[in-house]
T-cell receptor, first 115, second 110 residues
């Protein structure tokens, strides 16, 4: 299994550009999520999904869109990039259901710089 | 009050030392608890789950105190390779998001 994969690893955007961060998992996990990590702020949840066709907002959703058309993929779209969106973005997945001790697996991250 | 709070550190300890981190959580309905480890510029990875009766994995011991709403992580005989950021994680039930603390940075010095 490849686990959770993210592309690209690095990206530089200009203010106002849009782009999509890709995330895929091959573990048949229903639950997927996106975080951003900034120095001193820890991991902050952007959006999450409990299954195909279902998404919900996290702590910091503004400026980001998500969709979940398949179990495997959970792309994150930046609509109009701003310097405040410079961050490291992590995608994660875990098996869902009533068992709350399921391990959450993270992708390797995308380092985004917005100029 | 933040949902999950940790002392950010850094904790600078010599090799072989014993070090302990605490983490407090505010949601009394929280069901499950974890410690994740994050190395510099890498993704977080599960270190260990924290069970009600406490649990041990080699040099690592995790404990849960539901009455006082805190969890702890004890590392014995610290190694240089233990240098990392340790994240406290709490979840209220299976399909809800994990809530992460900001992490405690540990540096083990030779």
């Amino acid at each position: 299994n490849a686990g959770v994969t993210q592309t690209p690893k690095f990206q530089v955007l200009k203010t106002g550009q849009s782009m999509t961060l890709q995330c895929a998992q091959d573990m048949n996990h229903e639950y997927m999520s996106w975080y951003r990590q900034d120095p001193g702020m820890g991991l902050r949840l952007i959006h999450y999904s409990v299954g195909a066709g279902i998404t919900d907002q996290g702590e910091v959703p503004n400026g980001y869109n998500v969709s979940r058309s398949t179990t495997e993929d959970f792309p994150l779209r930046l609509l109009s990039a701003a310097p405040s969106q410079t961050s490291v973005y992590f995608c994660a997945s875990k098996a869902s259901g009533a068992v709350s001790y399921n391990e959450q697996f993270f992708g390797p991250g995308t380092r985004l710089t917005v100029l | 009050r933040k949902e999950v709070e940790q002392d950010p550190g850094p904790f600078n300890v010599p090799e072989g030392a014993t070090v302990a981190f605490n983490c407090t959580y505010s949601n009394s309905a929280s069901q499950s608890f974890f410690w994740y480890r994050q190395d510099c510029r890498k993704e977080p990875k599960l270190l260990m789950s924290v069970y009600s009766s406490g649990n041990e994995d080699g040099r690592f011991t995790a404990q849960l105190n539901r009455a006082s709403q805190y969890i702890s992580l004890l590392i014995r005989d610290s190694k240089l390779s233990d240098s990392a950021t340790y994240l406290c994680v709490v979840i209220s039930r299976g399909n809800t998001p994990l809530v992460f603390g900001k992490g405690t940075r540990l540096s083990v010095i030779a």
